[in-house]
């Protein structure tokens, strides 16, 4: 293999995420399924912003 391909890692680096910005990136990721959702037709307009205003919601009372 040649060594420009090699991963910049070792294997048994360990790759940290603060806390806070777990949070954000669950709460994005799961408002991107539930736009996902909608584009399918799997839940309605009224669903989405049901789902996305209970995200701000889980957000705001875990801070």
Not at 34 to 43: A, N, P, R, S, V
């Amino acid at each position: 293999m040649n060594k420009k391909n090699m991963n910049l890692t070792n294997e048994n680096d360990v790759i940290e995420i603060p806390e806070n910005c777990k949070t954000d990136l669950i709460k994005a990721m799961k408002i991107g399924y539930y736009k996902e959702f909608y584009k399918q037709g799997l839940i309605t307009a009224e669903q989405l912003e049901l789902l996305i205003a209970m995200q701000d919601k889980t957000i705001t009372s875990a801070a």
